[in-house]
């Protein structure tokens, strides 16, 4: 079945500094929808960026993220992190088809500090 | 902002009990999917609707699991005999598009 991989589990950084959270996913098909979400403490998940498109780069809220089939890759970034960034963000793959359920990453806990 | 409702925020049920949580999707979503997200932040597809018809569900809600989402009124998750094993945040989604909307969850506890 598909699969998606979060290879931190923990990212600690100081404000200001760039931010990157690798993504990269396994799946036969060949157009996979691919999603960032991000989620603060004690709220929902809530969708921060989205790709199905291949090498187009995406961007939203200063973050920004380029889905790459050559490399079944979908990296998170952003250039500057603020204290409001910290919370956990999760890559998600969905097939072509609106109504598939996601399969998600184990996550990434992004802590920023002063 | 995401317009799901879920009730209620918090549940609590002893081990064999039943647990019901519902969901009111964004108006307009023909879709309605269901997540458990463990105590490890890990994210489990359960069960998904359009129309209020059962599109996909995993192995495990075929046993203890139940789901439904009539027309005109809340969709509906129940945990037939609570196992300590099903305490987690139990998420609601819907989408119109390829877009995944969420609800703030259940929380559900068995002790």
């Known amino acids: 079945g598909d699969s998606v991989t979060q290879t931190e589990g923990l990212v600690t950084l100081t404000e200001g500094l760039p931010v990157m959270l690798n993504c990269t996913y396994q799946t036969i098909y060949s157009n996979p929808f691919l999603f960032w979400y991000v989620q603060h403490l004690n709220e929902s998940p809530r969708l921060l960026l989205k790709?199905?498109?291949?090498?187009k780069r995406t961007e939203h809220q200063g973050f920004h993220a380029t889905l790459h089939k050559s490399s079944s890759s979908f990296h998170l970034q952003k250039s500057s992190a603020q204290l409001s960034d910290s919370a956990l963000y999760y890559c998600?793959?969905?097939?072509?088809?609106?109504?598939?359920?996601?399969?998600f990453g184990l996550g990434t806990r992004v802590s920023v500090f002063p | 902002n995401s317009k799901v409702i879920q009730t209620p925020r918090y549940l609590v049920k002893g081990q064999g009990q039943k647990a019901k949580m519902r969901c009111i999707p964004e108006k307009g979503h023909p879709v309605v999917f269901w997540y458990q997200q463990n105590k490890n932040n890990e994210f489990k597809f359960l069960i998904n609707?359009?129309?209020?018809?059962?599109?996909?569900q995993i192995d495990m809600t075929e046993k203890r699991f139940s789901a439904e989402c009539p027309s005109n009124s809340p969709c509906s998750l129940e945990i037939q005999s609570s196992e300590a094993g099903d305490s987690a945040l139990y998420l609601c989604a819907s989408s119109l598009d390829y877009e995944q909307y969420f609800g703030p969850g259940t929380r559900l506890t068995v002790l």
């Open positions: 790709s199905f498109t291949d090498n």
């Open positions: 998600a793959l969905s097939q072509n088809n609106y109504a598939q359920g996601l399969t």
């Open positions: 609707f359009q129309n209020q018809e059962v599109l996909q």
